[in-house]
């Protein structure tokens, strides 16, 4: 089951601050929160993750409640090629020593920047 | 770098038919990944694996096999496809970077269709 809830979908104006909000109220204390985009059915692109702190970079900024039971991605300038499905995922951490880390996929909002 | 590919793009088999999908990357990652996603859906993990020689199940395993005999290189089978197999199929990488924090690289993905 998924870790996160979004809203099925958004619009935004181009130019204007996109502001995507998730809800992962199960989190736990060691599981990060990522962001990926899907444009169309191309494969998932990576847009930033944190743990705690808020995180900005290139494409986008991530901020993240104290309690870390919710998060917000913001697309500080939307353009119309930000059209995109926006996946927030909590990554798992491994069972065992020789497992691996795992994105647990919800089914993310569509965010539609309008011209 | 071509960074992660797939092979075919596309693909339609007949039930009870058996094909191998092809992902290959160049970025010397130690972690493959196969996820499949249906129509609405996020992706869901199928098989991963830690490294060259070793393969492990994900979320959704049933019907499907993997090998990683190369390291670039990470195969998924399936036997004799079933109509609920039609899905789209997409392979990920990612470093490996003990008790940190690092993103998975996406190929574009391949239409399998199982009629």
């Known amino acids: 089951d998924a870790k996160t809830t979004q809203p099925t979908s958004m619009d935004c104006a181009e130019g204007r601050a996109a502001n995507l909000p998730c809800n992962h109220s199960?989190?736990?204390?060691?599981?990060?929160v990522y962001w990926y985009r899907q444009i169309h059915s191309q494969g998932p692109q990576y847009i930033i993750h944190?743990?705690?702190n808020n995180e900005t970079n290139e494409m986008a900024s991530l901020i993240i409640t104290e309690d870390r039971k919710s998060s917000t991605l913001i697309l500080p300038h939307a353009t119309l090629r930000d059209t995109a499905v926006y996946y927030c995922?909590?990554?798992?951490?491994?069972?065992?020593?020789?497992?691996?880390?795992?994105?647990?996929f919800g089914t993310g909002t569509r965010l539609k920047v309008l011209a | 770098n071509a960074g992660v590919t797939q092979t075919p793009k596309f693909r339609v088999l007949k039930t009870g038919q058996s094909m191998t999908l092809l992902c290959a990357q160049d970025m010397n990652h130690e972690y493959m990944y196969w996820y499949r996603q249906d129509p609405g859906m996020g992706l869901r993990l199928i098989h991963y694996?830690?490294?060259?020689?070793?393969?492990a199940k994900g979320e959704v395993p049933d019907g499907y096999n993997v090998s990683r005999l190369k390291k670039q290189n990470f195969l998924l089978g399936l036997e004799s496809a079933a109509p609920s197999q039609t899905s789209v199929y997409f392979c990920?990488?990612?470093?490996?970077?003990?008790?940190?924090?690092?993103?998975?690289?996406f190929g574009p993905g391949t239409r399998l269709t199982v009629t």
């Open positions: 199960t989190i736990s204390g060691n599981e990060y």
């Open positions: 995922i909590v990554r798992v951490a491994p069972i065992t020593t020789s497992g691996t880390y795992k994105y647990i």
């Open positions: 944190g743990l705690k």
């Open positions: 990920a990488s990612s470093y490996k970077v003990a008790g940190g924090s690092y993103e998975q690289y």
């Open positions: 694996s830690v490294g060259e020689g070793t393969t």
